[in-house]
């Protein structure tokens, strides 16, 4: 009996892998294998010489890792990325929650104009919105140090001071993403039952109350979903300092992907720039289980 | 690559009469791209026969064993004379004595400025000494006040710095180019003097991306000095209004104790060592090179022809902006040939601001540079050195 059972769990895992062997190879040829390749490349110093003559290939163990660590740069990077994820991260997910709780409440007229409208940062390019934002944060004839201005504030030289071009950096990405979550909660929140609404009512909860008690506990695995793309993407900056800012005023906005592009595909240095990504990638795995942790700790509160 | 992509497709048809066997396909690049796309061609064996190389790629491509020895096609060659070619120019296209490159166009960097500007602060000429323009930057900047400044040095360019540099007796690199050389005299000379023009105020802080848009800037007299290239030239003539047409001219780099030497940059043109129509790529490469058509060239581009021939007939002999560059010519100086220079370039730029915004001194700067410099030429240094093994083994 139990031998049967086991013969035709068995024949049926199989018909299972087969059905599931076309994605996989192409996981395995697309996704795994250049994986490993990139591992084994990060043991070597492959560069220019290389691509000329594999001759002039060394094996180097683990130098790459080591000169990373010892490399100023790198740390400079990973405090950027860093700053940009402290700041951007919450800023993205409040914008986006904000945004969704409006999009979505009774009272709002034009819903779908809004919608469409919020969203819009997404879908365009991002070279097109870099050029517009460079003119907005432009010091003399920005519109948003006019605004400051007006306000008696001083102006300030967004991409020209490092301290301020990673804030700078920020606002834009902020902008730029924030629609993409707002649509994903916007769903979550529409998901929630209209009855427990009104059974919070007719308890004599405000509106304050139901956000609190209704609407975020049931949106603790939307937010956790969010948040871990939203983390995961913010440590993956690149695109807005390589339009705006090239990585400057003094290296303020080099991010660890920026990094990595200089010196793979810039200086073609491509043994190094594996090793940064490994980096990378053990960083945000490392920061991702985390956050599982911490959301399966929040939800068992 | 850019605009001259699409130029060349209106001088062809010329080509193609006269060689009706050959039929020419071009492929554009975007500048930007061109130098990360053509690597990635050379390492996936899709070269074109014939390419347009900015002449600072051509050590990295020679290392990558990508182009053809032009020697016995130039030996045989009625159309192009090395003699004719501006000698600083001519070099940038040789590696260890092999000619790898034919130049197309040059872009050396010299001095816009601001006739009026320069007048009213009492000066008929721009200087031709250091000392001299220092006198002159600091009298404009007198006259202009704290808003505005005497010289344009945009700190995202290395190419200021790299002139000044060049202009120096030591070269910046060492034992052919094995180890870097940023802590001689003369380069601390030149990144001094580069600090003191940010010091001074008379130089802003500032990248082109912050000035936004340098014509109009120097229009409104923001900046009365602007190092830059022959492509601004058209710019100039295009976006400052008619009124102030005749108050900008272009001038010779001046140097350190007298006329200056400035960049050899420009693009070259190469034969891919891999093409299978060599004779017919060299055939259009000459044609490119004739004086008729740099002429031409000149006209649709603006880009500077590097043969003296080609600058004595049509539009180029004549127009005033252009002749600073023919005296400059005959005065360039060739950056070191190794293919990490780029990068070296890049690393100086970003030293050279860390200075400019005061985070580091000279001298603990050039210190560290010059170990930077070490370590990007250190696979260089056990390439050569067991080239050298082998050759030695070999009897």
């Not at chain 1, 603790?220 to 339009?243: K, M, R």
């Not at chain 2, 990635?40 to 064996?45: E, F, L, N, S």
Request: charged share 15%.
């Amino acid at each position: 009996m139990s031998a049967r059972a086991n013969t035709r769990g068995y024949a049926q895992s199989q018909s299972g892998w087969l059905f599931a062997l076309p994605a996989l190879a192409l996981i395995g040829v697309f996704f795994l294998l250049p994986v490993i390749g990139a591992l084994l490349l990060s043991f070597t110093d492959f560069d220019l010489y290389a691509l000329a003559d594999v001759g002039n290939l060394r094996i180097v163990g683990l130098h790459n890792y080591h000169t990373l660590l010892i490399t100023p740069m790198f740390w400079k990077a990973l405090g950027n990325t860093t700053v940009f994820v402290i700041l951007g991260v919450p800023l993205s997910l409040i914008a986006s929650l904000g945004a969704a709780l409006l999009v979505d409440s009774r009272l709002t007229r034009f819903k779908d104009f809004f919608r469409t409208a919020l969203f819009a940062p997404v879908v365009t390019t991002l070279v097109a919105v870099a050029l517009i934002w460079r003119y907005m944060l432009h010091t003399r004839y920005g519109l948003i140090n006019y605004l400051l201005t007006h306000l008696g504030l001083p102006a300030i030289d967004w991409l020209g001071d490092p301290h301020w071009s990673m804030p700078a950096i920020v606002l834009l990405a902020v902008w730029k993403n924030f629609g993409y979550n707002m649509i994903i909660l916007l769903a979550a929140l529409q998901n929630i039952p209209e009855d427990l609404y009104e059974a919070a009512r007719l308890e004599g909860a405000s509106a304050w109350h139901c956000l609190r008690h209704v609407s975020l506990p049931l949106l603790v695995p939307t937010l956790t979903l969010v948040s871990i793309i939203t983390v995961s993407g913010y440590f993956q900056l690149f695109a807005e300092p390589y339009v705006m800012t090239q990585g400057g005023p003094l290296q303020s906005t080099v991010s660890v992907l920026y990094f990595m592009f200089e010196q793979g595909f810039k200086w073609w240095n491509l043994g190094f720039a594996s090793a940064v990504a490994f980096v990378l990638f053990a960083l945000i795995l490392v920061l991702t289980l985390l956050q599982l942790r911490l959301a399966r700790r929040l939800g068992e509160t | 690559m850019g605009v001259e992509a699409e130029v060349l497709a209106q001088l062809l048809p010329e080509f193609e009469r006269t060689h009706p066997l050959v039929k020419v396909e071009i492929q554009q690049l975007a500048w930007t791209a061109a130098h990360e796309k053509l690597l990635t061609a050379v390492a996936g064996d899709a070269t074109p026969d014939l390419c347009q190389l900015g002449n600072s790629w051509i050590p990295e491509l020679v290392a990558l064993k990508a182009l053809e020895p032009l020697a016995t096609h130039l030996a045989s060659s009625r159309e192009i004379q090395a003699e004719d070619y501006f000698s600083g120019v001519w070099q940038t296209n040789t590696v260890d004595d092999t000619l790898y490159a034919v130049p197309w166009y040059v872009d050396t960097r010299l001095l816009f400025y601001r006739r009026d500007l320069l007048k009213a602060a009492g000066f008929d000429a721009p200087a031709q000494t250091w000392s001299g323009w220092l006198t002159q930057l600091r009298a404009i900047k007198r006259m202009v006040g704290p808003q505005r400044y005497a010289v344009l040095m945009p700190l995202n360019e290395f190419e200021p710095l790299q002139i000044l540099a060049l202009e120096q007796s030591e070269p910046m690199l060492r034992e052919g180019g094995r180890y870097g050389n940023f802590r001689s005299e003369s380069f601390r000379h030149a990144l001094g003097f580069y600090r003191d023009l940010f010091a001074e105020s008379l130089a802003p802080t500032m990248t082109n991306q912050q000035v936004a848009n340098v014509w109009n800037e120097m229009g409104k007299g923001f900046f009365s000095f602007y190092i830059s290239g022959p492509w601004n030239i058209a710019e100039f003539k295009r976006r400052l209004p008619p009124e102030l047409q005749s108050s900008w001219m272009t001038a010779p780099m001046p140097g350190p104790d007298g006329p200056g030497v400035s960049n050899a940059g420009g693009s070259s043109l190469v034969i891919l060592h891999s093409s299978k129509h060599q004779q017919s790529a060299w055939e259009l490469l000459e044609f490119l090179s004739t004086p008729a058509i740099q002429q031409r060239f000149y006209e649709l581009t603006g880009d500077l022809p590097p043969r003296r021939s080609s600058w004595q007939g049509g539009a180029i002999a004549t127009d005033p902006y252009t002749q600073a560059f023919r005296t400059q010519l005959e005065r360039l100086r060739t950056f070191p040939q190794v293919p990490e220079w780029e990068e070296i370039m890049q690393e100086m730029r970003i030293m050279a601001e860390r200075v400019v915004q005061g985070q580091q001194d000279v001298n603990s700067a050039v210190t560290a540079f010059d170990a930077q410099v070490d370590d990007m030429l250190a696979k260089r240094r056990w390439m050569l050195a067991r080239q050298q093994n082998k050759a030695a083994a070999t009897p």
